[in-house]
């Protein structure tokens, strides 16, 4: 390997950085809804996603291809800028997951990349046509077509389990909701993890490790699988809380209909090489399954603030690798100065965490306030149900005694 300069390597370890926060971020997307039905108890839940995550990183790099090939110029671009981009896309990882708000990782890629890239090299470096046929289009369609799948699916699993015996049904729905979230952490793992091999690849590509239009290196696939598998591992408990009980209240039924649903599109998606946002996925699975069952509500609210996170990621990421950019574009001291800023900036956003610790004891303790719907629900007092017999009886009040009159013909007795 030639050419691996300092810079290339603070480059690949940046990379597998952002894999690993890719890592904690998404685990939600696999195993949150699995959790929050006790299918699964958590520890044991993270451990199973991150094995699948591994394994999923070695069976395509279509996705690895359309970064490292399509969605930027790839001659033009020095490993400085990769570097900046992966700056933008860690830090808004980091920040939405502060906040507990599933985020694209995806998106935080793409954004840092064509921030940086935009910079560096101009707009004509940003291959347009991929980024909308690849990038934003299945943004768009993917959440969509994902969530009315799992209300179709939630309607049709009560439906045909109408009939049958309640705990029977719900554990049979649970041991299918292991097996579909296993699924899905198989696919987060062909489309996530290939993410970070294209950006390794493409920086190797111009920092002349590598010749252009290369796959992924082995070792890069591997190092690649093993940190995203990491980070799954830790648990991103913010963001599984968020998605397992912040969006709606899941039963099993509901939690195997989404995530069937969102697997067959993530896989789906890796195998037409589109580099899809598993978060966006599988939230619009779980809204869906929300909508599906009968007197299910989904939490507006939440679902709004991430609908705001999911248009504020591409811009935002491209803005700070941009910035990033600028300042590496100044030299040596410039790359110093940027690396020092993340660290510092990485480590203030895990210290203002720990005020409040979500971990695995307390991930399924909802805190959305209830809405005005609710609340006006709660305050109306239903009226009894059981049969009340009130007594009717009238009492009649006694008469007040009449003093007697004396009768003037009587003598008055005589005083003794």
Known sequence: MENFSLILAIVVVTALAFDFTNGFHDTANAMATTISTGALKPKVAVAMSAVLNLAGAFL????????????VDETGIRP???????????????????VGLPSSSSHALMGGLIGATVASAGIGAVHGDVLVTKVLLPAVAAPVVAGVAAM????FSYGIGKNADGDATRKGYRA????SAGLVSLAH???????????????????????????????????????IALGTYIGGWRIIRTMGKGLTELEPQQGFAAQTSAATAILASSHLGFSLSTTHVV?????????????????WSTATRMLVAWCLTLPAAALVGAGAESVTDLGDWGTAVVAVFL?????????????????????????????VVTTAIAAVTP????????????TIPAPAPVAAVPDPATPPAAAV
């Open 80 to 98: 400085e800028v990769i570097f900046a981009a992966l700056v933008g896309a860690i830090l808004w990882n980091l920040l939405t997951w502060l």
């Open 283 to 299: 939230s619009g699975s779980v809204m869906g399954a929300g909508l599906g069952r009968k007197g299910g509500v989904v939490r």
């Open 189 to 227: 793992g062909t489309n996530d993890a290939q993410k970070t091999m294209g950006i390794i690849t493409l920086a190797l590509i111009a920092g002349g490790s590598i010749a252009p239009g290369s796959n992924p290196p082995t070792w890069v696939i591997l190092s690649a699988g093993l940190a």
């Open 60 to 71: 395509s790099v279509e996705v690895a291809n359309t970064i490292s090939k399509g969605l």
């Open 176 to 179: 299918g909701q292991i097996a």
């Open 383 to 394: 009226p009894p149900t059981g049969t009340v017999t009130e007594d009717l009886t009238a």
């Open 343 to 371: 660290v510092v900036a990485s480590a203030a956003i895990w210290k203002i965490s720990r005020r409040e610790v979500v971990d695995a004891s307390n991930v399924n303790e909802s805190e959305e306030p209830p809405g």
């Open 152 to 155: 179709l699916a939630t309607r």
